[in-house]
C-alpha cells in the first residue's frame, strides 16, 4: 500500500524557516515525479512545486519561487520543503504527493499544517 | 498564474448527472491533455479520480467520466449518489515555468 507522511509542519513567525519532510513507502521511490500541494484555510488547492526522479529538475509556482527548495533522498524514501522567508499568505495545509499517472497525483499524504503569525 | 476557472457550486438530485467546467486558456487546458481531477472530501487529502482528460484510475466508479473541448475541460458525474458530495478540482499542465496549475474548485451538493 502507498502510504506518504507529511511532518514539520507548525507555528512560525514572518520572517521564519521550517522544512517539511514526507515519508514514503509501499513504492519505489526514486520512480516518479514529487510534488508539493498547499491548500489556505477555506481555499482551494495549489500546486507549489516538483522534483524529478534524480531531483536534477525543480520547478516552482512563482509565489515561493526563491524562497522554498524542493529535494529527495531517494536512499531514505523522502521527499523535503525548506521554507525560508515565510509570509502570512504562506500559511496552508501543505500535501506531499506523487505524479504516478501521466501529469497526475495518485497519492497523497494527509498534510502538514503550517501558520505563519506573530 | 490565476487558478483555472470553475463555477463554485454545482448541486443535483440522486440519479440526475451533473457537469463541472474547468475553463483556462489556449496554454494550458487548449493546449495539453494532460488534465486532471481531484475530490476532496472536508479535512482529507484530495483523491485522484480522471487523467489525461479521460482516464479512470482503477477502483474509481465509472459514474465519473472527463471530456475536454477547446480550453475548457469537463467532469461528468452521472448517478449521482450521496457520498459524491465533495469539492472538485482540475489540473492542468501549463506552458509556463511553473508547469502546472489547479482549478479554482467547485462544491458539488447532492440536494
Known amino acids: 500500500e502507498v502510504q506518504l507522511v507529511e511532518s514539520g509542519g507548525g507555528l512560525v513567525q514572518p520572517g521564519g524557516s521550517l522544512r517539511l519532510s514526507c515519508a514514503a513507502s509501499?513504492?519505489?521511490?526514486?520512480?516518479?515525479?514529487m510534488i508539493w500541494v498547499r491548500q489556505a484555510p477555506g481555499k482551494g488547492l495549489e500546486w507549489v512545486t516538483n522534483?524529478?526522479?534524480?531531483?536534477?529538475?525543480?520547478f516552482y509556482v512563482d509565489s515561493v519561487r526563491g524562497r522554498f527548495t524542493i529535494s529527495r533522498d531517494n536512499d531514505k524514501n523522502s521527499l523535503y520543503l525548506q521554507m525560508n522567508s515565510l509570509r502570512a499568505e504562506d500559511t496552508a495545509v501543505y500535501y506531499c504527493?506523487?505524479?504516478?499517472?501521466?501529469?497526475?497525483?495518485?497519492?497523497w499524504g494527509q498534510g502538514t499544517l503550517v501558520t505563519v503569525s506573530s | 498564474q490565476s487558478a483555472l476557472t470553475q463555477p463554485a457550486s454545482v448541486s443535483g438530485s440522486p440519479g440526475q448527472s451533473i457537469t463541472i467546467s474547468c475553463t483556462g486558456t489556449?496554454?494550458?487546458?487548449?493546449?495539453?491533455?494532460?488534465v486532471s481531477w481531484y475530490q476532496q472530501y472536508p479535512g482529507k487529502g484530495p483523491k485522484l479520480i480522471i487523467y489525461?482528460?479521460?482516464n479512470r484510475p482503477s477502483g474509481v466508479p465509472d459514474r465519473f467520466s472527463g471530456s475536454k473541448s477547446g480550453n475548457t475541460a469537463s467532469l461528468t458525474i452521472s448517478g449521482l449518489q450521496a457520498e459524491d458530495e465533495a469539492d472538485y478540482y482540475c489540473?492542468?499542465?501549463?506552458?509556463?515555468?511553473?508547469?502546472?496549475?489547479f482549478g479554482s474548485g467547485t462544491k458539488v451538493t447532492v440536494l
Open positions: 504527493a506523487r505524479d504516478g499517472k501521466p501529469h497526475a497525483a495518485d497519492s
Open positions: 509501499g513504492f519505489t521511490f526514486s520512480e516518479p515525479w
Open positions: 522534483i524529478n526522479q534524480d531531483g536534477s529538475a525543480k
Open positions: 489556449s496554454s494550458d487546458v487548449g493546449g495539453s491533455n494532460s
Open positions: 489525461e482528460v479521460t
Open positions: 489540473r492542468s499542465h501549463t506552458g509556463s515555468s511553473a508547469p502546472y496549475l
